[in-house]
């Protein structure tokens, strides 16, 4: 069909777009992407990080669950196998974002009858309320505690901001400006 | 065998069609090319089907990765309607149509439409913005097409900016319809037509001029491939473009070859740079005309086959990809081509100063005549609707 000369010429021909084949292709994948364009990657997105909360109390089915940083309890419940009929729903906030780590209670019902605080329990209630949630009190909250002005208490927000909630007293003192004398002070007046 | 050249051209384009409907795994074709090339040193008929496998691999491996992540893209570009430039290398199709200017652009990055697959693919464009907002940074108005409107009225101005620049985004929906239905189409094109008239012409005034003919040869190769950069490389053109060089390069170097070798080395070229383009209608309506007129200087026909050929080799393309087939091309063709072709180097003219305002009506008249031209002949011979 083809002479000689013609059959050596076009399998010269064959050879060279082969290999010129995978050239491009390999170039094509190793290129990178535009330069001019800002490309950011959906998986990149820091929202989609994975964190763990434990969910007990009125739910179906309790335990330790995975979910993204941004969720919301009753995200957290749904998966928990949702809540029993004697959940109280009233005296848990729904809509709360959870963080990582977090322990969350679902009062019964019964429990929440039951447990009618009595003249010393109402007492210590009290004193619970003194407490300043250090991973949630704002700056005007934490300048209440004794020894902390407007400065470490924007400290303290900007640290949990940068790294996650604290999860003992002994993290406070990774804040600039707090030290053991400081922590003494006001550890029994703050809670995690 | 005589024709080499245009049997591995159409055993390889089966190939790159067949990537169209199925994928194959490269490896897998590989294997079997290796063993088809070992077997074509026995019996060289197996190199048909060694071209044909290698245009299945070729396009495999070419193939854009469909799975890029989906991202969000910002950026400034250089938009021409749909489409959107950040460098030659960087192109992206457009989900909204834009004055032509420069564009600040967010929006999602996407796969273009599989419709549009073989006229974007075979430019190049595999990416789409799905723009979600923009803002102008500055509109850009062609210069060419600016003097054409001072010229010219504006259906006439864009009828000679579409057949020049092969731009036809500004004609009017029912001249362009017209010019479609009677056959014309392809003046709107910067194609053969025009890339054969530029060679003549300059061809003939260097002879005129006394220049020796191998120096004239390289000298209008150069004027084309300024005149095809200019206008983008357009595939139109660029087909065009090739076959001319291939035989300037034929001429200068004394090869003696059938010109159906020279249509399958151009298209083997085309299809090297990008095997997509086997995809776009406009190369498939381009080599049925290379071919057709290449076949009947080959068989000798008398020259009123080289005018009916093209046009009969073009209608099964065009039942199948438009439904209809253009009867009135035969009587608008007749007329028309040499009234463009003489209207085309004056409208060149256009573009001088001074010497453009005295040639327009000349200019204006002769394109009216097409337009009349195109109208009575679709009167006269309606298309087909299939």
Redesign the interface.
Known sequence: MFSDKQRSGLIWIVVFIIVAAFGFHLYDRLSPPPSGVIVKSEDEKPSLKEIYVYVHGAVKNPGVYKVYKGSRVFEVIELAGGLSPSADVRSINLARVVEDGENISVPTIEGTKVQTPSVGEEAQAGRREKLINVNKASVEELEKLPGIGKTIAQRIVNYREKNGPFKSPSDLLKVKGIGEKKLEKIKGLITF | ?GY?LLL?FLSFSLGVGITWFYRFS?FFL?VI?IFL?IL??KC??F??F??CI?GI??SE??F??VDF????????FEVKGNLAH??RE?KFFLSKYLKDGIYKIKGC?AFVPSEKRGYLWSRGYYRMIEVESFNLVSLREDPFLKRLKELYPEDVASFIYGALFGDKRGMLPSIKEVVYRSGLGHLLAVSGLHVGLLAGLTLLSLKALGIHPRLGLILSSVLLTAYTYMIGFQPSALRAYILFLLMVLGKLLGLRTSSLNLVGAAGLLLE?WNPFVLWDVGFELSFAVFLSIALAIELRLSPIFLYIAPQIATFPLLAIHFNYIPLASFLSNLIAIPIFSLALPFAFLSFVPILGEFIAPLVKLMIEIIFFISMLSIKLLPSLKL
């Open positions: 065998m080499p591995v490269p590989l090319l090339v074509s040193f060289s008929y190199l048909i060694t071209f290698l691999l070729y491996l070419r854009p990765s992540p989906k991202a969000e893209v910002e950026g400034v950040l460098s960087e990055l090297f």
